[in-house]
């Protein structure tokens, strides 16, 4: 098991760097920038080489983190917001033919009117476009300070954890996700990665046993998280259940959806 101890210091030079700029430049920037897309040619991986090389996770290939992404105090009050929104529901899923509901609430929004996306036998309810805050949000990720203005998404789904009895299992994303942002806000939440194993069998038909690594850090408020490349062929990943955290947590993932 790999534990990553990533300070809150990390990148703080940098927020508190764009912080100083007058609001009138910073709320200019995100009106003219734009991080959303109808156009699917348009969808490209992060590139820009001072973002990965400063985020990139040791031992993993194409996975990102950055810690302060935005103040404490603006995660909070984005996930205010969002936690009003009139599209959260908890879907109805299909487990081993029963179906059930999901304990957490998700919210689900593309650029393309009539995109369809379906998990766990689940038909998603998707809506169009992206709420403005959503928007303003993907805008502020598309820039040469943060992930590049070429990077773009056409989807993204909202997760509510009311608390720490509010989970993810261990899964992998359909790998028509090509790239996969995780802005995290409100209480921090454990994230495992697990290396997948394709474990052969000995000449007695035995499979060998081989420990697949791991790596665990903490999801701060206001973090960044990014996934790209092979990492849904190469990992899963979850986030478990822990009872002692009693504050909610918003996540939201861009992603860029291509079929």
């Known amino acids: 098991m790999y534990n990553l101890r990533l300070g809150a210091k990390r990148g703080r030079d940098e927020v508190e760097s764009a912080n100083k700029k007058p609001k009138e430049e910073q709320n200019e920037q995100l009106e003219t920038a734009c991080g959303t897309t109808t156009d699917d040619s348009q969808l490209v991986p992060v590139t820009r080489p001072e973002f990965l090389k400063a985020y990139a996770i040791k031992g993993m290939e194409n996975v990102y983190y950055k810690h302060n992404w935005i103040p404490s105090t603006l995660a909070h009050q984005w996930r205010r917001e969002l936690n009003d929104l009139l599209e959260w529901y908890r879907p109805k899923l299909k487990v081993y033919g029963r179906e059930i509901q999901q304990s957490r609430k998700i919210a689900a929004f593309s650029t393309n009117e009539g995109m369809k996306l379906k998990y766990s036998g689940h038909d998603v309810e998707m809506h169009s476009p992206f709420p403005p805050l959503v928007e ?12 590049g203005k070429e990077v773009k998404f056409n989807h993204c789904m909202l997760n509510m ?10 899964h992998s994303d359909n790998l028509e996700n090509k790239v ?28 060998e046993k081989v420990q697949p690594k791991k790596f665990k ?32 947590r918003i996540s939201i993932t861009f992603r860029q959806l291509i079929y």
């Open 161 to 170: 954890y009311e608390d720490g009895s509010i989970n993810i299992g261990k």
């Open 136 to 147: 303003k949000i993907a805008a502020r990720l598309a820039t040469d300070e943060c992930l």
């Open 180 to 207: 996969i942002v995780t802005v995290s806000l409100g209480a921090e939440r454990t994230w495992i990665m697990e290396e997948k194993i394709k474990r052969k069998k000995d000449a007695m038909g035995n499979k």
């Open 217 to 248: 850090w903490t999801l701060g408020n206001g973090s960044l998280l990014v996934m790209q490349g092979d990492v849904q062929k190469l990992y899963t990943h979850e986030i478990p259940k822990e009872p002692k955290i009693k504050q909610p």
